[in-house]
Nanobody, 126 residues
Framework: EVQLVESGGGLVQAGGSLRLSCAAS????????IDWFRQAPGKEREGVSC????????YYKDFAKGRFTASSDNAKNTVYLQMNSLKPEDTGVYYC???????????????????WGKGILVNVSS
């Protein structure tokens, strides 16, 4: 059974940092790309980043560039999203998602996602 379990969310003040984790199981980690998505209250879910299971190559949406960093520990089947300089508009539920391709060529669109985590709340106060 495929599982993606997010952790590390919570409440943080604007300008602060959080590191999200996504623990994956039930599939061969190196054969998948892992994306992060987020959904703000009242808004559509949007992609944040993608990291390739095979080579660690990363892609980011523009709003995440320079502030967010995706990384992975293949030995632990875990992907991380380090988020710095957080803003109130970063508030939302963050999801990790798996796509059955070994490398990213960009942040994936929602229809491409094979598996979703349940999500975790990030709340950035002003």
């Amino acid at each position: 059974e495929v599982q993606l379990v997010e952790s590390g969310g919570g409440l943080v003040q604007a300008g602060g940092s959080l590191r999200l984790s996504c623990a994956a199981s039930g599939f061969t980690f190196e054969d998948y790309a892992i994306d992060w998505f987020r959904q703000a209250p009242g808004k559509e879910r949007e992609g944040v980043s993608c990291i390739s299971g095979r080579n660690g190559r990363t892609y980011y949406k523009d709003f995440a560039k320079g502030r967010f960093t995706a990384s992975s520990d293949n030995a632990k089947n875990t992907v991380y999203l380090q988020m710095n300089s957080l803003k109130p508009e970063d508030t939302g539920v963050y999801y990790c998602a798996a796509v059955s391709v070994p490398v990213c060529v960009g942040v994936h669109a929602i229809p491409s996602i094979d598996y979703w985590g349940k999500g975790i709340l990030v709340n950035v106060s002003s």
